[in-house]
């Protein structure tokens, strides 16, 4: 019979955190935990007493009166091992519940993962969460590319196969590193966001950031017509098996030659090449986080698949 602990610690150094009992996902880890929001936060772990490695782990932040998890990231919410049970897992939300109930929170809002991710973690959780009375606040489609060995253009409807075509008579070039010009890559991003009405979901500032401390994280994959940078993605390498498609943006002066086509394809052939068997491509929102029905048909006529991406909350 094995013996688990709960363990809360707040804003702890990496030295004394637990080690995850398995390849866990980037968001949860203490290096960007410690940069989201002002980096005071609860971080709670099941831990295995045999092998001192945690098989739970979830970390809150508190702000007006609301707990969430994650603080600035896609998601948070509560990872862990797929042979912990029921009743383990329901203990752990409860303890939860109660550390943030004790420093002042008045709701609990958890961002799960993409099903996607980890199908069988995902349902088992919407499922204690509901079993919990954690209401259901938010229910997305998350769009997705399973990477397997057939080619990315087979998957294509017939209008954007040619638009593939087209950018490669053109002779556009893709690049990818991981020690890209940020300055660069901030200004893309901001003129082609501010140029279709909308704006980035975090502060220039940030960004920077995040692509000088985490290289290997956030790889950055370009289109160039000539010099000219028409097409980018900051990508995040959110498991070793998992790359998602953060802030991809696509100059509107190539709007006829949608090179963001064209860079899927390359991205695609890159995680054949690294292993990664999800190409997440992330939910299809308005400024209004409201569906965008072209989006989603840009994703649909890729070839991608859809799975929920879902926020509970709960009021404590």
């Given amino acids: 019979m094995i013996d688990?602990?709960?363990?809360?610690?707040?804003?702890?150094e990496a030295s004394s955190v637990p080690l995850f009992s398995q390849p866990g996902f980037f968001f949860n880890e203490i290096e960007h935990l410690r940069q989201q929001q002002n980096g005071a936060f609860h971080l709670l772990t099941v831990l295995n007493q045999q092998t001192q490695q945690a098989e739970a782990r979830c970390a809150f932040f508190v702000s007006d009166q609301v707990a969430m998890s994650p603080g600035a990231a896609p998601f948070g919410s509560v990872e862990f091992s797929n042979t912990l049970p029921d009743d383990l897992i329901e203990e752990f939300i409860g303890c939860i519940q109660d550390t943030a109930r004790t420093n002042g929170a008045r709701a609990l809002r958890l961002i799960n993962y993409p099903h996607c991710y980890a199908p069988t973690q995902a349902e088992q959780l919407s499922r204690i969460l509901a079993k919990h009375e954690f209401a259901l606040l938010e229910n997305h489609q998350n769009f997705f590319l399973p990477v397997t060995e057939t080619?990315?253009?087979?998957?294509?409807?017939?209008?954007?196969?040619?638009?593939l075509r087209k950018c490669r008579e053109a002779h556009f070039r893709f690049t990818q590193g991981s020690l890209p010009d940020v300055k660069?890559?901030?200004?893309?991003?901001q003129d082609t966001r501010h140029k279709q009405?909308?704006?980035?979901?975090?502060?220039?500032?940030?960004?920077?950031?995040?692509?000088?401390?985490f290289?290997?994280?956030?790889?950055v994959f370009t289109i160039r017509h000539r010099e000219k940078l028409i097409a980018l993605m900051v990508a995040v390498r959110v498991r070793h098996d998992v790359l998602y498609s953060f802030l991809p943006a696509s100059h509107p002066d190539y709007r006829t030659f949608s090179p963001m086509v064209l860079l899927l394809d390359c991205v695609f052939t890159y995680c054949q090449q690294q292993g990664i068997r999800v190409l997440d491509l992330g939910v299809s929102l308005d400024a209004d986080r409201q569906p965008k029905p072209s989006l989603i048909r840009f994703k649909q006529n890729l070839g991608a698949q859809s799975s929920p991406k879902l926020t509970f909350e709960k009021k404590l």
């Fill in 184 to 189: 660069e890559v901030a200004a893309f991003l």
């Fill in 151 to 163: 080619a990315f253009e087979s998957k294509l409807v017939a209008s954007e196969r040619r638009r």
């Fill in 197 to 213: 009405g909308y704006r980035l979901t975090l502060g220039t500032d940030h960004l920077i950031t995040l692509l000088q401390n």
């Fill in 215 to 219: 290289p290997h994280q956030f790889p």
């Fill in 4 to 12: 688990y602990t709960i363990l809360h610690q707040f804003s702890p």
